[in-house]
């Protein structure tokens, strides 16, 4: 008998299957006594859930994909499986209530989206920021980008077997996040920015700490660099998959390291730069091989660069006030609430009816450790937003997993999905 044969006996075999066709099918050949032909399964399509509970999909992410043996011809990717109604929620609450919330959105990299809504908010307001303020929130965003991309480094390795390097990566996070709650006093989220500058001036010993940490971290960074760059195994899961080329790159909406993977050297911080980041030297990393391994190389070489912007922040920042003075948009301290009544009131009206912008929009946007950060903001003028939407990358680099995944190996999906690195916090708002 052929191995696409399979003799049919008794009525266990009819009972385990659900197709009507097939029942009925199988019910002449049990009523015959005789054997039914099986199609082979390697000759026909199968289709797959990965996702939304798979460890390799980043976070709540479906994709559906169709396979031909081991080839995947069809893929769709499915976000709404964590959607928290976070532009809704800006509606119903003040500006500065909306804060805390942006930590939950990209929450590997909290610092950086405080400061992009802050400064979203201070551009709809007209609030102009001290400069220590923003030296203060560029040192911040780097020290985010850095720890987001060790963990991106770090989840695209185990995802193709080099457990060792997630470990490496991931005891530097926590140095980072020592910092972090030296910083603001919290390691996770940390809603350190405000409305005008951050929360509380970093101290001068912590400085140090931070410097010291830039100093042991391109050895550390080298040490991975090495178990990788050579090793046959991880090179062939990264290089040559997940292939899309820069057209294909910029038609799809990409940004940061997934667009700059493909070479298109396109840079917020440098094409139109904010802070003081026109101040400070530094090289927009791209790479020409359009794939994962092209991703795998940008934010590597993106960290070295994070470093070199932070010694320059610190060299740079000089003393001065962190909170700007300006009592209609900016919450005054807590020492001039206590003593000075003008203070207690502009306080009382900020707590209670929040910033007022003037009617209209307005737009920013700043390059996060995955790309473009948006906020549109639609002011009617009272304290509450009319309508804020949020531009997050991982949604926009997203629409891209169809285009590098068909045609790959089913094996090569949690290695693309690992190299776009999505949040499914910020994707799915």
Not at 155 to 175: K, N, P, S, Y
Not at 343 to 351: A, G, H, P, R, T
Request: charged share 25%; hydrophobic share 40%.
């Amino acid at each position: 008998m052929s191995s696409d044969q399979i003799p049919v006996s008794n009525t266990a075999t009819l009972e385990r299957v659900y197709d009507t066709r097939q029942r009925k099918i199988l019910q002449r050949v049990l009523d015959k006594d005789t054997t039914v032909m099986v199609d082979d399964p390697l000759e026909n399509d199968m289709v797959l859930n990965m996702g939304p509970q798979h460890p390799a999909t980043h976070g709540v992410l479906r994709v559906l994909i169709r396979m031909e043996g081991e080839t995947v011809v069809k893929c769709v990717p499915e976000l709404g499986y964590l959607h928290r109604g976070f532009e809704k929620l800006a509606e119903n609450m003040t500006y500065h209530e909306f804060i805390p919330h942006t930590d939950r959105l990209d929450y590997l990299a909290p610092m950086s989206n405080n400061v992009a809504i802050a400064m979203a908010i201070e551009k709809a307001a007209n609030v102009q920021v001290p400069e220590r303020a923003q030296w203060i929130r560029m040192l911040v965003c780097e020290m985010a980008r850095i720890s987001s991309h060790l963990l991106a480094m770090g989840a695209t390795c185990m995802d193709v077997g080099a457990l060792t390097v997630f470990l490496w990566t991931f005891r530097q996070r926590e140095f980072l996040y020592d910092l972090f709650e030296q910083i603001c006093g919290a390691r996770f989220t940390t809603s350190y920015t405000r409305v005008g500058g951050v929360a509380n001036d970093i101290d001068d010993d912590v400085l140090d700490q931070i410097r010291a940490y830039l100093r042991q971290f391109p050895d550390a960074l080298s040490q991975c660099e090495k178990l990788l760059n050579r090793n046959r195994i991880f090179v062939d899961r990264m290089a040559g998959i997940g292939y899309c080329p820069p057209e294909k790159a910029i038609q799809l909406g990409l940004s940061g390291p997934a667009l700059r993977g493909s070479g298109i050297a396109h840079d917020i911080r440098r094409d139109e730069p904010y802070l003081f980041y026109d101040q400070v030297d530094f090289d927009v990393i791209t790479n020409n091989d359009c794939d994962c391994w092209g991703r795998y190389q940008v934010r590597v070489q993106e960290m070295r660069e994070s470093v070199k912007i932070c010694h320059q922040v610190l060299d740079k920042m000089k003393p001065g006030p962190v909170m700007a003075n300006d009592p209609n948009h900016v919450l005054p301290r807590k020492a001039e609430i206590y003593t000075k009544m003008e203070e207690l009131i502009n306080d009382f009206m900020l707590v209670n009816f929040g910033t007022m912008p003037e009617a209209g929009e307005s737009y920013f946007a700043l390059e996060s450790p995955k790309g473009e950060l948006g906020f549109f903001v639609v002011s009617d003028g009272t304290g509450y937003p009319w309508k804020m939407k949020i531009r997050s990358p991982s949604s926009s680099n997203l629409q891209a997993l169809q285009y590098m995944v068909e045609g790959s190996m089913i094996a090569d999906v949690v290695a693309i999905i690992g190299s776009v690195d999505p949040v499914m916090g910020e994707a799915d708002k």
